[in-house]
Structure formats: C-alpha cells, structure tokens
C-alpha cells in the first residue's frame, strides 16, 4: 500500500524559508522508475508543478521557481525534502506531494499517488 | 514550456449526461505525455488516464481519454453523481511538467 504524508510549518514569515518533508512508505525511491515530485493550489486556484526528483536523483524544477527550490531525497528513510527560499503571501497554498513513476512503456511520467496535502499560509 | 488550455471553464450538466472536456497545447505534446486527473473539494487529485487514452487502476470504463498533437479530450460517458468535480489535464514535456488550469464539472 503507498502512502504519502507531507509535513511542515502551517505559517512562515514573508521572506522566510519553507522546508518540507514528505514521507512515503509502499516503495522505494532506489526502484528505476520511481519518483517523488512536489505540487501546489492556492486556494481556489489551480495546481501547479513545482519539482520532481527521480530514481536516480536527478532533479528537475518549474522554470519560473527554480532559483528559489531545491529537492532532495533521503532514500534510507523514505523522505524527500523540499525546500524554497525568500517565501511570499503570493505563495500561500497547499503543497502536495505525489509519487511519480516512469512508464518505460510509453515514456511518460504519471502521479498516481498523492499525499493529502498541507497548508502552508506566508503571513508577517 | 507548454501552456495547457482546458474548456469549458466551468461545464453545468445533470447526472446521467454526457461530458466533453477539452484540453489544447501551445505546441505538440506527445500522447504518451498527457494524462487527466479528478480533484473533488478538500482533496489530493487522483489519476484517472494517462498516455492520453489508459485508464488508471480502479477507473471507471465511463471515463475515456482521447486526442493527439495539441487536442485532447476527457469524455465521461454518463454522469455519476461522485462524477461531478474539477478535472486538470497535464503534459510532461522537456523535463517539465504543466497542468491546465482545471474544468468545474458541476451540477446543473
């Protein structure tokens, strides 16, 4: 059974840094293909790819975030950590994590599980 | 990077209808890149088709996926009343992934 649970401050300061950890249990990010990847929705809004670390740790981010994120994964302890620099209201929104696996078939990545989400509220 | 535009915005129908969503790209997207997923209030979204036209594990065959190139189209078949959600088309491209920017399918 793969479960995913994202943890972290629920309020940060403008300008602060945001770090959250999710935790997965069910597989294993050694596995080729395996995938851990960050999204957010604020509130109303719609999601939005933020990161993505893979099997073989290598690391992608969104274009208009990425001097901003950094992923990273503890694979002995079935974590992935990410986190963003210089954090604002605008950023306000719950932040999921999902594993992602590489279909070798079709060539595509899928999310197929997801965590439930946590709220991260950017407030002075 | 690729911009992903769905319609309707919001789609009004009642349980047992027909739903015909729409999800166009800025540019070509492979089919094998494209997958659909359902959001419901308060909730993580779920996979629902992936490879444009694969229905993920547990899905209804009332959901169907189809398209290529830059169109691409989420049909459910008839209605269910656990049917009615937002749904997000999303395309992996060149290292980065988007997501459209959601279809409300609410009841009318």
């Known amino acids: 059974q793969v479960t995913l649970r994202e943890s972290g401050p629920a309020l940060v300061k403008p300008t602060q840094t945001l770090t959250l950890t999710c935790t997965f249990s069910g597989f294993s990010l050694s596995t080729s293909g395996m995938c851990v990847s960050w999204v957010r929705q604020p509130p109303g809004k719609a999601l939005e790819w933020l990161a993505l670390?893979?099997?073989?740790?290598?690391?992608y981010y969104s274009t208009s975030l990425k001097t901003r994120l950094t992923i990273s994964k503890d694979t002995s302890k079935n974590q992935v950590v990410l986190t963003m620099t210089n954090m604002d209201p605008v950023d306000t929104a719950t932040y999921y994590c999902a594993r992602a696996y590489f279909d070798w078939l079709l060539g595509g990545y899928y999310f197929d599980y997801w965590g439930q989400g946590t709220l991260v509220t950017v407030s002075s | 990077e690729i911009v992903l535009t769905q319609s309707p915005g919001t789609l009004s129908l009642s349980p047992g209808e027909r739903a015909t969503l729409s999800c166009r790209a800025s540019?070509?997207?492979?089919?094998?890149?494209l997958a659909w997923y359902q959001q419901k209030p308060g909730q993580a979204p779920r996979l629902l088709i992936y490879g444009a036209s694969s229905r993920a594990t547990g899905i209804p065959d009332r959901f169907s996926g189809s398209g290529s190139g830059t169109d691409f189209t989420l049909t459910i078949s008839r209605l269910e009343p656990e049917d009615f959600a937002v749904y997000y088309c999303q395309q992996y491209g060149s290292s980065f992934w988007t997501f459209g920017q959601g279809t409300k399918v609410e009841i009318k």
């Open positions: 540019q070509s997207v492979s089919s094998s890149y």
């Open positions: 670390i893979d099997w073989d740790d290598d690391k």
